[in-house]
């Protein structure tokens, strides 16, 4: 059986994606390699108290550079949540890190709709491949509105399943913009609190409960993976 030759269309969107993942790679090596010198100060507590006067010298600039990372989360889907969650908890606590990261999957998660809205599958492709979103797309649930809002819903509050695809197919299917936006952010607190949290003890040299939360939250993803399957076809066959 001969490979169907690929048009010059989806050469430019292969190239495109290789140049972001490339890009995103590069970003996050560098990112890690500024960041070793932080996690290091967290072996004792006279370090961690630096770190954290560190951080506020920072400011304004150090928020913002968190709230735009946040957003590029978001945006570039190949880049993990959770590390980009842990640090904002390391960085400014429980609940600023959260405040961040959910201002952050907003104006992310915003931003992706509407160009998902604008330019169609040309703009998901760049990201994901065809065959992936057309599976997704020919689903019953995906049809109704209203299924499709509760099972984005459940998926967006378990952690680790991957969700990604959803904000940028959201883009292409019936449902309304302010519904999708109050999906995408009320629905990641639980999970969210988790990894935040997590980061937050980690700062204050709490590793025992920071393991323990990390553990729970790979328990929770596991079982989500099986949830997330059970919960599409008990939604399909139910009359909403």
Do not use: H
Not at 26 to 44: D, E, M, N, R
Not at 113 to 131: A, C, H, P, S, V
């Amino acid at each position: 059986m001969r490979k169907q030759k690929l048009t010059k269309k989806e050469k430019k969107i292969i190239t495109i994606r290789f140049i972001i993942i490339a890009l995103a790679i590069g970003l996050i090596a560098y990112l890690t390699y500024l960041a070793l010198p932080f996690i290091s100060k967290l072996a004792t507590e006279q370090s961690r108290i630096e770190l954290k006067n560190d951080i506020a010298n920072m400011g304004l600039k150090g928020v913002i550079i968190t709230l735009g990372l946040q957003v590029l989360q978001i945006i570039v889907a190949i880049i993990p949540g959770q590390p980009m969650e842990v640090i904002a908890g390391m960085l400014y606590g429980t609940w600023g890190g959260m405040l961040l990261c959910l201002v952050g999957i907003l104006i992310g998660s915003t931003v992706v709709f509407y160009l998902t809205r604008k330019i169609g599958m040309n703009f998901i492709q760049i990201f994901f491949d065809k065959e992936q979103i057309n599976k997704i797309k020919r689903k019953k649930i995906f049809k109704n509105t209203k299924k499709l809002e509760l099972f984005m819903f459940i998926m967006f509050v378990i952690p680790l399943v991957p969700k990604d695809i959803f904000i940028y197919l959201a883009g292409i299917s019936p449902i309304s913009p302010k519904k999708f936006m109050l999906i995408t952010t009320v629905a990641r607190i639980p999970g969210l609190f988790i990894t935040v949290f997590a980061g937050n003890n980690l700062s204050e040299g709490n590793f025992i409960i920071a393991t323990v939360l990390v553990t729970v939250f790979l328990v929770l993803g596991i079982a989500g993976y099986i949830i997330s399957d059970k919960a599409e076809k008990i939604i399909e066959k139910e009359k909403i």
